[in-house]
């Protein structure tokens, strides 16, 4: 079995984040969008993201860290639109392609849960979403 180099971890994370490259040769993304969900994504499924109540994916490009062994994390408070109904527990986020469908590039389980209720504005701190690759 093998493993990735923590140089490639380490693009793989940038690619994501729509930073540029130093080994993969490709066009950053021009735009990152982060999903909340009440049921967790896994590697093979896409978990059930938060709907309706003016949710919508967040713009996030630019608020992420350099990659630095194996892991980034937000460096910019990630604000969503206000609830104009419950969106239920959130549980979990991803990294997605596009601002609606596209490709879910990463997920991550939340320390924890929130329930988002109408009237409330989701909100990570700075630091608060961590990505990695290992």
Wanted: aromatic fraction near 8%; hydrophobic fraction near 40%.
């Amino acid at each position: 079995m093998g493993s990735k180099s923590d140089a490639y971890e380490i693009d793989i994370l940038k690619a994501t984040t729509g930073q540029a490259t130093t080994i993969i040769t490709t066009t950053p993304l021009t735009e990152v969008w982060v999903a909340l969900y009440t049921v967790a994504p896994t590697d093979s499924t896409t978990g059930t993201e938060v709907t309706g109540g003016s949710y919508a994916r967040t713009a996030s490009k630019g608020k992420w860290s350099v990659p630095a062994a194996g892991l980034t994390s937000n460096n910019a408070v990630i604000t969503f639109p206000t609830a104009s109904v419950d969106w239920g527990t959130v549980v979990a986020f991803a990294i997605c392609s596009a601002s609606t469908g596209g490709t879910q590039l990463m997920w991550g389980t939340l320390t924890a849960n929130k329930a988002v209720n109408n009237g409330d504005t989701a909100s990570f701190a700075s630091g608060a979403l961590t990505l990695t690759e290992d």
